[in-house]
């Protein structure tokens, strides 16, 4: 059963914009942090960007900021964390993954990540 569920990827030109959507299913996500990430080919995951479990709290990877905005919608039910993402370049293009961490806050690390959902390609052209 997945509990993480991404949409939202595709193909967009440089400059482009894309929003991408991640389904938490499960009451208790409401207290986890969620984070994205990516992976190029060839590349290590890294991460992108992350948001506490009240919204209140954001962290970005350097290379996003200022382009790229986390948030999230706790419904009864299903958390929904979305990552907006403007002026795209090429270097953006990788697999995102989504992420859920009990510890709450923002974290950087994929290891302080407990679920992870199956990813979703985003390929920017020039």
């Known amino acids: 059963q997945e509990l993480l569920i991404e949409s939202g990827g595709g193909l967009v030109q440089a400059g482009g914009s894309l929003r991408l959507a991640c389904e938490a299913s499960g009451r208790m996500f409401a207290t986890y942090a969620m984070g994205w990430f990516r992976q190029a080919p060839g590349k290590e995951r890294e991460f992108v960007a992350s948001i506490s479990w009240n919204g209140d709290s954001t962290s970005y990877a350097d290379s996003v900021k200022g382009r790229f905005a986390i948030s999230r919608d706790n419904a009864k039910n299903t958390v929904t964390a979305y990552l907006q993402m403007n002026a795209l370049n090429g270097e953006d293009t990788a697999v995102y993954f989504c992420?859920?961490?009990?510890?709450?806050?923002?974290?950087?690390?994929?290891?302080?990540?407990?679920?992870w959902g199956q990813g979703t390609q985003v390929t920017v052209s020039s």
């Open positions: 992420a859920a961490s009990a510890l709450g806050w923002p974290k950087i690390s994929a290891r302080d990540y407990d679920y």
